[in-house]
């Protein structure tokens, strides 16, 4: 049988589509717009800091950002296929949209670690 | 060159392309439909299938249920073999993956239905004939074998010096008109309702396969019992399956009064009594909603006089377990709900008993010729078919026509015979002409509803001399005008017009013989009513109407006595044990 | 011959009437197809396809269409209603007001004839699911059943529903933009035969591709579009789920 | 009579996903997706400046009326993200309990719970 990417794509999309859902409204709702708004006080440096000490934390935060970024990815592929009909490209669009992905997985590693 | 031909792909003829590939794979085996197989007819039977297999019961109760409904007519020694072979067929279905209703256990479960003194009936909630077709369609499809030609239209049989060679085809999507040679071929192409205006059948059931046979020399075989199923939806003719009575439902005139007790079927239960009441067999059912419309006790609507169909006291939930296609054609078709509203209904046009001759194996009296299911006459209906034995009718009779037929095949081994070409080429001028020329005369529709019309008047529930000497001039007039019938459709791309036309030209010589039949039969059994004859006659008339199409074109009717093996004729008796 | 345009719900000797405008194709003359309006009858209990019957039988009997049992259980008469995916025969015309009703061959299909379309593709797809029971080892005796539970027969029961009228194929944009995929209907069938307690096959090799059930981005209407409440969607996305364990974990079964 | 008949294929249809209320919602919420990936751009943004002590010009920059309305738009990407996301969830897992099936609406029930309550920890974990 022909072996596909997909099964493996399709998990972390889907573990990505779950965690985005429980995680980013509340996340966007407090640092995007009440904070920046002076609704809610931002946390000082320290704060945030301590917040992110443990490795458990950054651990977490490593894997929510890779999943989202996958979830995201995978979206984007096939909408992008779908609506400029570019489907015939798929390989390249795929290269393209995981391959940000992964980069911004690099990007938030470095930054974590 | 096709060892075996099966026109029509619907249960009978997919069970026999089966048939054919199991038991010799060298076998070329083709399924010419003017449908693709899912669409067939057989997608619309609703309430079960009968095959003995519960405790307590036995192949003889159900052989004298069918027989007693049929009114003796049936042939015993058919029967006999039907209920044997009935429930193994039903469960090789089980083995092909139907999905069966079940018994908590696991087991097939099965429901009581008009006319059966046991509960004997499988079904699949109330889609059986659905999951049936499906279910053989999609095992038809694990045979490379089986080849099928989807849409295509058989316009004639290749007959020559008493034996099949072939058919004639137009592929109906390019208008080409082919002649196939075959060893055998099997007619499975369904019934005829449509000859009657007011039917629970698809558009497609014109008599296609009757009209073949007949042309082709078979007889026909008791064309006047025709099936007025009793709970037809008014306007569509849309059925309302048995099962429903089955599960309990009542049958009620305007006052709200179960009026199936003044008419010799027992006593009014509270719960459903076999083979009493709304459980009696169809014949006597319609026949009894004539007698309430004369003594004005139903109720009029635009479609025609009605009497409703209660299945409130079931229960919403019965009724979505057991009977949900009920609720769901109520719903969607007739904007009621069963649980909540009475369901008008009113006797339609079901099920043609009569059909093609054929003996024990399918094999009609031209050398080749096979014929199973409704379009045959095998027979195990007799006057009268009860519910659910039509569906195993299909698989028993289709299976041993596919067998018989390879059989054939395989001791006639001779190459494609001249005939095959010379008719090919006859009928594609002929097909063409109609293509080209057309006609200027009456359209096809307004010839069609004539036609229904007269059959209806002549050929209803009851009959009478006068009327069926009329009908017989009507349709020979109808006849005429349908030779110059209008076409407006010139093009050979699915060309659906000059297909009602062929259609139409079917559907005349069936009317015909029914008409021939019923005028001829001087009494009255079963679905055969006779007002100027009302007794039945075993005398004269235990006997089979065999019509022929005489040189001259018109049917020429005959008798064949009935094969009696164990069961005397007696009264029909229902409601009293 | 094309008829006038004609305002749709007036009165023609006492009848209300509407208006169908009805796609025609005739490759012999069109090289794409063409709208032609006919006024029909408008009665509370005409459907589409009385309609369009009505057309055929009075007005003009070159138009061709499929339809066999009218009671939405053969799945011929699929054509695109006002836009929509439907089975014309359970469809009311009173559903459309004043009216006009347009109707079109379904779409994602190529068009043979005015509104009939070639289904070939989509026979194709249904056998290569391999839609039959698939029992390894001895064959029961013809007096035993396999025996299988209400519960385990509730398990695959509706997607043995699907009547094949592509409504869900007709649906699908995924499709219609891609006619390899595998589609609805076909996977929904292949999950009908999975899910049974009888079976005994094994389709993920069919399943498991890019235009198996991975080609499907879950629009989801082609359970909206379904008239038999087969819900392909979920179908599909359960084999997913089944496909997705099977190449992490090689050992899982269905 | 021809042999052969000639069929007709649409051309691609380039706006197909304004043809219907339905087909505009899948792409509006494949499209959530977008900022799915600016959400978590921006957050890692927000991670940087903590972690190297830039937290004022992080607030600055977060203020600017066109980052608050973007991120205004991203929540609301987000929310339907979650709602369309979680309300589907029950197509790809059936539930069986005995052989009864929980039906749909109880999964997504327990579904939306679930995110409240994760909303609601994490709120108070960064107020608190």
């Not at chain 3, 009888?198 to 209407?221: A, I, K, M, P, S």
Request: glycine share 8%; with cysteine.
């Amino acid at each position: 049988m022909r072996r596909t990417l997909e099964p493996y794509l399709w998990l972390l999309f889907s573990g990505g589509g779950v965690v985005a859902a429980l995680l980013l409204p509340v996340l966007v709702l407090l640092f995007g717009v009440l904070m920046p708004l002076g609704l809610v006080d931002w946390p000082t440096q320290a704060e945030l800091a301590a917040l992110l000490d443990p490795l458990l934390v950054r651990l977490a935060l490593l894997v929510v950002v890779v999943l989202c970024l996958f979830h995201a990815a995978h979206r984007i592929r096939f909408t992008s296929e779908e609506i400029l009909g570019v489907a015939r490209f798929d390989l390249a669009v795929a290269v393209l949209c995981y391959g940000a992905a992964v980069a911004g997985g690099v990007v938030a590693a470095l930054l974590l670690f | 060159m096709i060892d075996v031909l099966i026109v029509g792909g619907g249960g009978a003829g997919l069970r026999a392309a089966i048939a054919v590939a199991e038991t010799d794979p060298s076998m070329t085996v083709a399924v010419v439909s003017k449908v693709y197989p899912m669409r067939s007819h057989t997608v619309s039977a609703e309430g079960g299938a009968a095959g003995v297999i519960a405790d307590g019961d036995t192949l003889d109760e159900h052989a004298y249920d069918t027989i007693s409904g049929g009114d003796w007519l049936c042939d015993q020694d058919a029967v006999e073999a039907f209920v044997v072979e009935a429930p193994r067929e039903l469960m090789r279905l089980e083995h092909w993956g139907c999905p069966w209703s079940r018994e908590r256990d696991g087991r097939v479960a099965v429901r009581p239905f008009g006319g059966m003194k046991r509960m004997r009936t499988w079904y699949a909630a109330d889609k059986t004939g659905f999951h049936l077709l499906h279910t053989l369609f999609q095992t038809t499809l694990k045979y490379q074998e089986i080849v099928r030609y989807d849409e295509w239209y058989v316009t004639s049989l290749v007959v020559d010096d008493g034996r099949v060679h072939g058919v004639v085809a137009v592929e109906i999507r390019t208008g080409r008109v082919e002649a196939i040679a075959a060893r055998t071929v099997i007619l499975a192409t369904g019934g005829c309702g449509r000859v009657f205006p007011f039917t629970t059948n698809a558009a497609i059931k014109t008599g296609d396969g009757m009209s073949l046979a007949y042309r082709a020399g078979a007889p026909l075989k008791d064309m006047e019992f025709v099936q007025y199923h009793p709970t037809g939806l008014p306007f569509t003719g849309i059925l309302i399956t048995e099962a429903a009575r089955a599960e309990g439902g009542w049958l009620i005139n305007k006052d709200g009064y179960r009026y199936l007790q003044d008419y010799d079927l027992g006593q009014p239960t509270a719960t459903p009594k076999l083979r009493s009441m709304e459980l009696g067999p169809r014949d006597r059912l319609s026949q009894a909603f004539v007698a309430e419309q004369n003594k004005g006790r139903t109720v009029e609507t635009p479609y025609g006089p009605v009497v409703y169909l209660d299945l409130r006291h079931l229960g919403e939930a019965k009724i979505e377990a057991r009977i949900p296609f009920v609720r769901e054609l109520c719903r969607s078709y007739q904007n009621l709900d069963p649980a909540t509203d009475l369901i008008p209904v009113r006797p339609v046009v079901h099920y043609m008993m009569g059909g093609v001759h054929t003996d024990l194996h399918g094999a009609t009296p031209v050398a080749g010729l096979f014929a199973a299911g409704e379009t045959a006459c095998v027979s195990i209906n007799g006057a009268n078919r009860l519910g659910s034995n039509s569906l195993p009718e299909i698989l028993v009779f289709g299976a041993r026509a596919g067998a018989a037929a390879a059989a054939f095949a395989r001791e006639h081994r001779e190459g494609e015979a001249a005939a095959v070409r010379s008719q090919g080429a006859d009928e594609q001028r002929r097909l063409r002409r109609a293509l080209e020329s057309g006609g200027t005369g009456p359209r096809i529709a307004d010839l069609r509803e004539e036609m229904q019309h007269t059959l209806e008047g002549a050929a209803g529930i009851y009959r009478t001399h006068d009327t069926l000497a009329k009908a017989v001039e009507t349709l020979e007039s109808l006849r005429e005008r349908a030779a110059d019938a209008r076409v407006d459709d010139h093009s050979t791309t699915f060309n659906t017009e000059l297909i009602s036309l062929v259609e139409l030209h079917a559907m005349l010589d069936v009317a015909e013989t029914i008409v021939a039949s019923a005028l001829n039969r001087t009494e009255s059994r079963g679905a055969h009513q006779r007002l100027d004859f009302p007794a039945r006659d075993d005398e004269r008339f235990l006997a089979h109407s065999l019509v022929h199409r005489a040189p001259s074109g018109n049917p020429s009717v005959g008798l064949l006595p009935v094969a009696l093996t164990r069961w005397p004729p007696g009264e029909r008796i229902y409601g009293r044990d | 011959m094309s008829a006038k345009a004609t305002r749709a719900g007036r009165s023609t000797g006492g009848e209300r009437t509407i208006t169908l405008e009805i796609s025609r194709f005739r490759p012999e003359q069109d090289s794409e197809p063409v709208f032609e309006t006919f006024d029909v009858p408008l009665r509370d209990d005409w459907a589409v396809l009385d309609g369009l019957n009505h057309v055929k039988d009075q007005l003009d009997g070159t138009l061709s269409f499929r339809w066999s049992c009218r009671m939405g259980v053969c799945g011929s008469c699929g054509m695109t209603v006002n836009g929509k995916p439907r089975l014309t025969c359970g469809t009311f015309l009173t559903e459309f007001g004043a009216g006009p009703v347009r109707i079109e061959p379904l779409k994602g299909f190529p068009v043979i004839r005015d509104l009939v379309v070639e289904i070939d593709d989509f026979l194709a797809k249904l056998s290569h699911v391999k839609p039959w029971l698939i029992r390894e080892g001895e064959e029961l005796p013809l007096t035993t059943e396999y025996a299988q539970t209400p519960e385990q027969l509730e398990a695959y029961k509706q997607y043995s529903m699907c009547i094949n009228c592509m409504l869900c194929y007709s649906a699908c944009p995924v499709y219609v933009l891609n006619p390899d995929f595998l589609g609805p209907a076909a996977i929904a069938l292949a999950q009908r035969y999975n899910l049974d307690s009888r079976d005994q096959g094994d389709r993920l090799d069919l399943l498991n591709t890019d235009e198996g059930v991975w080609g499907c981005t879950f629009v989801g209407e082609c359970t909206s579009a379904c008239p038999k409440h087969v819900d392909p969607a979920e179908a599909i996305q359960r084999y997913k789920v089944t496909a997705a364990m099977r190449s992490v974990l090689p050992w899982a079964r269905r | 009579m021809s042999e052969t008949t000639r069929t007709y294929r649409p051309r691609r249809d380039r706006v197909w996903f304004l043809r219907s209320r339905a087909y505009t919602i899948f792409v509006i919420r494949e499209l959530t997706s977008v900022f799915v990936a600016w959400t978590i751009a921006y957050l890692l943004l927000l991670v940087a400046a903590a972690l190297d002590g830039a937290l004022p010009a992080f607030s600055a920059f977060a203020a600017q009326p066109w980052v608050i309305a973007l991120n205004l738009v991203a929540l609301a990407a987000t929310a339907f993200h979650s709602v369309t996301f979680l309300n589907l969830a029950p197509k790809a897992t059936v539930v069986r309990l005995d052989g009864w099936r929980v039906p749909a609406f109880m999964i997504q029930g327990g579904n939306h719970t679930a995110w409240l309550l994760v909303s609601a920890v994490l709120f108070w974990v960064v107020t608190r």
